[in-house]
DNA sequence: ATTACTAAGGGACGAGTAG
DNA sequence: TCTACTCGTCCCTTAGTAA
């Protein structure tokens, strides 16, 4: 985001502008006094007196004295900046919906558990029916460090998923499993001021597994694909990967 | 416009508030440190940590320490105020495209020219071929007070307009005349703050001349419709009336 | 009525710095 | 490194008031 640097814009300075858009301050001088300026901003008389002046000199409204009041309406450059805050502001909340949980985290060794479970029919048919593909047998396990992704992982259990459902054979039950699409990439960059960024790495389409046995260890992400998520990612453990949740 | 008195609330806190949505701080932790959030205000590294630390306990903000540094995101709460923000500008912005410059004056006697003009063969053919009717003989002459209103009056030649050619006869040369769709109707309100508000009273619809003879006169708007707009809004000398252009 | 100047007080901003 | 405290300075807000 870029935002110019206006001397003398505040936030009075900015409520004022978009009050007086609001009453039709575009096209028409409109009677209205720093009196009735003061109750908008919530401030005094003098405060709005003074507002409006920083607003002439900084040219972003005309003023005609007639006898004791103004006529005040937006100059060009005051409608202008208006609409580059609109702008800056419908941008960062549409950007704000297509905007996805990812988890940033380091590959550990499972305890070869993953395979085991994989393996059982009781789910294999349920992820072939319900993502599409029988999973590799093992899962890619990611260690969170950071305490804030941890808790984003807490909040994994209140999004859409896509639900496999437990079952029971002679000897003992296995719980549920919730499975989110997902996209898996080694973390290679920088950061620079704000997202994941990737360079020249193909991201890998995979489902981030929550266990009913498991999901109260919020440091661990257990992931799966079509494939050996390493093999064909070429990753190996100690590596930072990015996992970013597709919703 | 009404606008919510948020204790704390300044335009810092609106571009942080901003800046973190737009790089996807709604459902992410980012770590972001207040030094790069100097960066965004343009002010000290000091500034911007007590701007984190007001929205924090504004509940605007999330923040979740790891080592030295934080994890921020923004709360529902958050999200919300920068929306509502977003849609009061959304509202002033979309108005002002609807708005209509407006004139407010008193009705004064004309020079009984109007009635020679409007019954010229050059004009009267023009007149009713663009504006769908032969205007009533005799124009209603308003005369402007306020000096913005004067200005706005040597604004109209900007405006999109009909334009009615000028002729000569054996005599001499008559000059070009501008049209402007307008509505008239009394002025009986109290200044609400704002704009006009008309109670019960009828418009009119009628159109504004610009004179090429007379163009220089800013004070003076001449009107004229299909009937006597006197007689049909029952309005006399004196009285205030409102004529708003239509574009 | 207005607008806006002056003066005074308080709050905001930033340098220095601790943890 | 990071955050955020203290404190000095300066700016902003407001009461009083002139025009």
Redesign the pocket.
């Known amino acids: 985001m870029m935002v110019k640097d206006r001397a003398?814009f505040?936030?009075?300075h900015f409520l004022i502008l978009v009050h007086l858009l609001s009453i039709g301050g575009r096209n028409n001088y409109l009677e209205?006094?720093?009196?009735?300026?003061?109750r908008i901003?919530?401030?005094?008389?003098?405060?709005?007196?003074?507002?409006?002046?920083d607003l002439?000199r900084e040219n972003l409204i005309e003023?005609v004295?007639n006898?004791?009041?103004?006529g005040?309406r937006l100059t060009e450059e005051g409608y202008q900046t208006l609409q580059e805050i609109y702008i800056m502001l419908k941008k960062s909340i549409d950007n704000s919906k297509n905007n996805k949980i990812f988890f940033k985290g380091k590959i550990v060794t499972g305890m070869g558990e993953g395979a085991y479970y994989m393996s059982l029919e009781g789910y294999k048919k349920q992820f072939h029916d319900k993502l599409g593909y029988e999973p590799y047998p093992g899962t890619l396990n990611v260690r969170l460090e950071d305490k804030h992704y941890m808790i984003s992982r807490k909040d994994l259990i209140n999004q859409p998923s896509i639900h496999i459902e437990g079952f029971k054979n002679s000897d003992r039950t296995f719980g549920w499993v919730k499975c989110y699409a997902a996209t898996i990439i080694q973390d290679v960059n920088i950061n620079h001021d704000s997202n994941p960024v990737s360079k020249n790495i193909k991201e890998m389409d995979v489902h981030v597994l929550l266990l009913e046995r498991t999901h109260h260890d919020n440091s661990l992400i257990e992931v799966i694909g079509p494939q050996s998520i390493k093999e064909v990612s070429n990753l190996k453990n100690g590596d930072t990967v990015i996992i970013k949740i597709k919703n």
Chains 1, 2 share one sequence.
């Open positions: 003398n505040n936030y009075f209205i006094t720093s009196g009735q300026m003061s901003i919530n401030r005094s008389q003098q405060t709005a007196s003074k507002v409006l002046i002439e003023r004295k006898n004791k009041k103004f005040i």
